[in-house]
């Protein structure tokens, strides 16, 4: 295992920390640019931890298809999780 792998394992907890910390606060109010601009933010921030979570398991013997299958999974559960 490279330092590569364990930096990037390291900067998904924090942007999953993150996401928890500022889905938690109920006072928080995003500024309204446009019509539905939070759900930008949303795909911003979980597209953030899918390309993070891609690299965090980059080291692992699995077909494309079936990581992009897994990370679909693993992000899908975290944001039903989290919401």
């Known amino acids: ?5 364990y930096f990037f ?4 907890v924090g942007w999953i920390a993150l996401i928890f910390l500022l889905s ?11 019509w539905e601009s939070d ?3 949303h795909v911003l921030f979980y597209g953030v931890l899918s390309i993070l979570f891609a690299y965090s398991f ?9 990581r992009v299958l897994l990370l ?7 944001g039903v999780a989290d919401e």
């Open 24 to 34: 938690s606060q109920p006072n928080l109010h995003a500024h309204n640019l446009f």
């Open 58 to 66: 980059m080291l692992l013997e699995v077909t494309t298809w079936k």
């Open 9 to 12: 394992r390291v900067l998904t």
């Open 1 to 5: 295992m490279t330092a590569r792998f």
């Open 72 to 78: 679909t999974i693993i992000v899908t559960a975290f």
């Open 39 to 41: 759900k930008l933010v």
